[in-house]
């Protein structure tokens, strides 16, 4: 059994990891922004209410998102780029081995 990496999916990954850290801000800005109008009485109201009381948790957790995302993006791209100059570096010295001529 061998182990092989396919650099470019391992970059594509990575970019794919760089496009949710933007979902994540985009969701971070829409939990600070939306904010139920509500008055009155009863379960919905305090429903409402307690959906307040979480949204500093709630941006949080997409602020870590974002943040993580866009580091590991990062990562899989620079070991995208060490497979490759890996894979050249082996490749070279394989043709090394050959006779010239």
């Given at each position: 059994m061998s182990f092989k990496v396919v650099p470019a999916s391992v970059?594509?990954?990575?970019?794919e990891l760089e496009g949710?850290?933007?979902?994540?801000?985009?969701a971070k800005t829409y939990a600070a922004k939306t904010k139920p109008a509500v008055s009155g009485v009863g379960a919905i109201v305090r429903f409402l209410n307690s959906c307040q009381?979480?949204?500093?948790?709630?941006?949080?957790?997409?602020?870590?998102?974002?943040?993580?995302?866009h580091s590991s993006?990062?990562?899989l791209h620079a070991a995208a780029k060490k497979y490759k100059t890996l894979d050249a570096?082996?490749?070279?010295?394989?043709?090394?081995?050959y006779p010239k001529g």
């Open positions: 970059s594509k990954f990575g970019t949710l850290k933007t979902d994540a801000d985009e009381d979480v949204r500093p948790a709630v941006e949080e957790f997409f602020g870590h998102l974002s943040s993580i995302s993006g990062a990562e570096e082996a490749a070279a010295r394989l043709d090394a081995k």
